[in-house]
């Protein structure tokens, strides 16, 4: 069997999406055929395995099928144990997750800790997903109070180049990064203009690739307590009454998986079936 590849979703600020678009890359790429496990490292909020749960559980209850990924759960308990009791219970559950599937998708918190940071320096894909505001951006670049031109890296920055020097020196591998505009607001505005310009600046200082993020549809939140997705809506799949918006959201999540270079992996998966 090949080396899975390993997508990390994250962003030390807490609130900018990482489960939305975690939840969604899973679904996407198991109707694309592929074997995906599923490790939630936000052992309080646990948002990734409610959803899972609810998936499974909503799928029984209306008789219908859907890929499932493969699930390693990580005990609650260990966000009060030590550094090196939640290290070795991440490293046996990432093991085994890594011999079993074709990607590893890792939704990590919006805090530093220490099994973040692993995973971090274990990752082939960085996803970062940042909210359309100067808020979410102060962990990715410090910006002049004054002028607003852009300081220095963020310390979400510093996590992922110190991931990175790490991993060129364990493997002489590299880790392609993304940073997704997410939730973005429908109209043009200053703010945008002046935020697109840091973010600009930003990459080519630290080097990550800008990608389209989900925006801040109902479709979304209408769909995740069932465990569903857009890519789940179908003639047997459809909890909710579709209209032309869930069209234009699935062309939204295909826009995402081709940014991330994933679109041979979905393949024709996430065409509208309505």
């Known amino acids: 069997m090949s080396q899975p590849r390993v997508i990390i979703v994250g962003n030390e600020k807490g609130g900018a999406g990482k489960s939305t678009i975690a939840l969604h890359l899973a679904v996407a790429l198991m109707y694309g055929g592929a074997k995906v496990a599923v490790l939630d490292l936000d052992l309080r909020q646990q948002s990734l395995g409610h959803f899972f749960a609810s998936r ?5 209850a209306n008789e219908v099928e ?8 990580l005990s609650p308990d260990l966000a009060l144990a030590t550094d090196g009791e939640a290290l070795a219970a991440f490293q046996q559950a990432f093991e085994a997750a890594n011999e079993a599937a074709d990607f590893v998708l890792i939704d990590t918190p919006g805090g530093d800790t220490a099994i973040s940071r692993a995973a971090h320096g274990l990752a082939d894909l960085i996803v970062t ?82 990608g389209p993020g989900l925006r801040d549809r109902v479709i979304y939140r209408e769909l995740y307590p069932f465990g569903l997705t857009i890519a789940d809506l179908s003639p047997a799949i459809r909890p909710v009454a579709i209209s032309l918006q869930h069209v234009a959201a699935r062309q939204e999540l295909r826009a995402l998986i081709g940014a991330l270079g994933l679109g041979e992996v979905t393949g024709q998966t996430l065409m509208a079936a309505e």
């Open 66 to 73: 859907a890929p499932m990924p493969l699930e390693f759960p």
């Open 56 to 60: 499974r559980a909503w799928l029984a």
């Open 129 to 210: 997903p940042m909210n359309d505001s100067f808020v979410d951006f102060d962990m990715l670049g410090v910006v002049d109070p004054v002028s607003l031109d852009l300081k220095r890296p963020g310390l979400y920055s510093v996590t992922v180049w110190d991931s990175r020097k790490a991993r060129a020196v364990a493997d002489g591998r590299s880790i392609d990064w993304v940073v997704l505009r997410n939730r973005l607001a429908p109209t043009e505005a200053r703010n945008r203009r002046r935020l697109d310009e840091r973010v600009k600046a930003l990459s080519r200082r630290v080097g990550f690739r800008v």
